[in-house]
């Protein structure tokens, strides 16, 4: 075989390869340009844009902890506070047919007390949980709904603060005596005439649920602040990221 017929097929192939390479690279590029808002090849980097995310979801993380800790921060707030579940609403009702009223209303009280305690507690389990995002999720969430990111921190962190949050319920719990009130609240409905089922649900796995509920909840309502309202960027990283998204 031939020098010339050997070169040539090589030659043509690293072309190809080349241009392969160029083309997916200027895709690429364009990609990263159109997601940052970029038309001049200055837009963030992809450090800035996920420094920027992680900033925002720390600052909503902290300003909900910070809300949802303070006393009424659930019990006042009707979008979350803890209110008997399902299950137990016919509990609730008989009760205060019956005129127990008051220990229904205290068992709500130590619930939400509960909440408020373990927001305190698990904040920074909540901020630490917020490691690292791939490329991909960071220009999702930077173009993404105005919860995009509250969003991607449920998905991602949901199982691992539910473990951290229940033994700090439990806790709380006990120290607010909400078991020791619940524990009365269904003795009491248990011993009323043509009570055939006994309801046991469980407190603590409960007021976790809702707890997570309330703090992404409240995730959500910091996140659209800061994506809508140029003065709750109170860094300079977030007035960078959101400020060039064309948020």
Same mark, same amino acid.
């Given at each position: 075989?031939?020098?010339? +017929? ?12 080349? *241009? ?6 200027? /895709? ?30 720390? $600052? ?11 006393? %009424?921060? !659930? !019990? ?5 506070? $803890?209110?008997?579940? @399902? ?25 939400? +007390? ?12 909540? $901020? ?8 991909? %999720? ?13 969003? &991607?921190? +449920? ?11 229940? @033994? ?6 006990? /120290?607010?005596?909400?078991?020791? &009130?619940?524990?009365?609240? *269904?003795?009491? &409905?248990?011993?009323? @005439?043509? $009570? ?9 796995? &409960?007021?976790?649920? /809702? ?5 992404? !909840? ?21 007035? /960078?990221? !959101? ?5």
């Amino acid at each position: 075989m031939s020098m010339k +017929r050997i070169v040539l097929p090589l030659l043509l192939l690293t072309s190809v390869a080349s *241009f392969a390479q160029s083309s997916l690279l200027k /895709k690429a590029s364009s990609v990263l340009s159109k997601a940052t808002g970029s038309t001049t090849g200055t837009g963030l980097s992809t450090d800035e844009i996920i420094a920027g995310l992680k900033d925002a979801l720390s $600052v909503g993380a902290t300003n909900s902890a910070t809300k949802l800790s303070a006393v %009424d921060g !659930f !019990f006042a707030n009707a979008a979350i506070k $803890v209110l008997m579940p @399902p299950e137990a609403q016919k509990v609730e009702t008989a009760l205060r047919a019956a005129g127990m009223g008051k220990l229904v209303d205290n068992a709500i009280l130590s619930m939400n +007390r509960a909440a408020e305690d373990a927001s305190k507690s698990a904040a920074p389990i909540f $901020v630490n949980a917020i490691k690292s995002m791939s490329i991909s %999720d960071a220009l999702g969430i930077l173009k993404g709904s105005d919860t995009a990111a509250t969003g &991607y921190l +449920r998905g991602k962190t949901t199982a691992a603060l539910t473990t951290a949050f229940r @033994p700090i319920i439990d806790t709380a719990l006990q /120290k607010t005596s909400a078991t020791s &009130y619940w524990k009365t609240v *269904f003795d009491a &409905y248990n011993k009323l @005439p043509l $009570v055939k089922n006994k309801i046991n649900p469980d407190l603590a796995g &409960y007021v976790t649920e /809702k707890s997570l509920g309330g703090m992404f !909840f409240q995730v959500a309502q910091e996140e659209q602040k800061i994506r809508k309202d140029p003065a709750a960027r109170v860094t300079d990283i977030l007035k /960078k990221v !959101f400020g060039n998204s064309g948020s």
